[in-house]
């Protein structure tokens, strides 16, 4: 089964960045149990950046200045030809993480639903 994961970084207009999304995306749903009084569902993957289009202050990138807390991005589990939704998250966090080559770059995103 694959994923699909998709950032609304402009009002009303899914992007889908699936390509450079590494193979794990972890999601987490809020409820425990009937009686849990419910935390919030959380996501979390980790997106290529080898050319910094996922960098949060690179005026270069196509997604900028957009690439901020409180963008809404999704997640879709794809099954053959099925889509199933998976959940609809607010982003928390974009951590950027790099290593001594330059080209290595990458992103790990955080989003909850609440």
């Not at 402009?10 to 193979?23: I, L, N």
């Not at 053959?80 to 990458?106: C, H, M, Q």
Request: aromatic share 12%.
């Amino acid at each position: 089964m694959g994923s699909i994961v998709e950032i609304e970084f402009t009002s009303g207009v899914w992007t889908d960045v699936s390509a450079y999304v590494q193979p794990t995306v972890e999601s987490a749903f809020g409820i425990g149990s009937w009686d849990d009084d419910g935390q919030a569902g959380t996501i979390t993957f980790v997106l290529e950046n080898d050319d910094g289009r996922f960098t949060p202050d690179n005026p270069l990138s196509p997604y900028w200045p957009n690439i901020v807390e409180g963008v809404r991005c999704r997640h879709r589990l794809l099954n053959a030809s099925t889509t199933y939704p998976s959940g609809v998250y607010f982003v928390k966090s974009w951590v950027l993480n790099t290593t001594e080559i330059a080209r290595d770059s990458t992103v790990t995103v955080t989003g909850a639903d609440k």
